[in-house]
């Protein structure tokens, strides 16, 4: 875990790489509306998943459904730690090309989509 909730966690935001400051800016933004979150950063899926079962029950709570991933590449490996209540954000597709900004923009891949997919979760 990278950021622990200020009290009990509501949602966990889940990054790697450059992706983690967006979790980071999403956990801030949500937090001043009152919504717990902690981030967690995975720069290695298969690590994460050598560690003892109680830890990766410490980093990503069985009872904590509410999940968000964002990854600026595929997102097919993260609806494993998502599970069917959580979703991705990411890139699925190939042939944009532009600036870092303005595709994260285009695609979704920013603190703000972060933050009102993890909001319109809660409202389930």
């Not at 009290?7 to 800016?25: F, Y």
Request: aromatic share 6%; proline share 5%.
């Amino acid at each position: 875990m990278l950021s622990p909730a200020e009290g009990e966690a509501q949602a966990i935001l889940i990054a790697t790489g450059s992706e983690v400051s967006l979790a980071m800016e999403a956990q801030g933004a949500l937090r001043a509306q009152g919504i717990q979150t902690k981030v967690v950063s995975m720069p290695s899926m298969e690590l994460y998943l050598q560690q003892p079962a109680a830890y990766q029950s410490r980093v990503l709570p069985d009872a904590l459904r509410c999940r968000v991933a964002i990854e600026a590449a595929a997102t097919m490996p993260w609806y494993r730690f998502v599970g069917l209540d959580g979703q991705v954000i990411g890139l699925d597709q190939y042939g944009a090309s532009a600036p870092q900004e303005v595709l994260f923009k285009e695609y979704g891949i920013t603190a703000d989509h972060l933050v009102q997919t993890v909001k319109a979760l809660l409202k389930k």
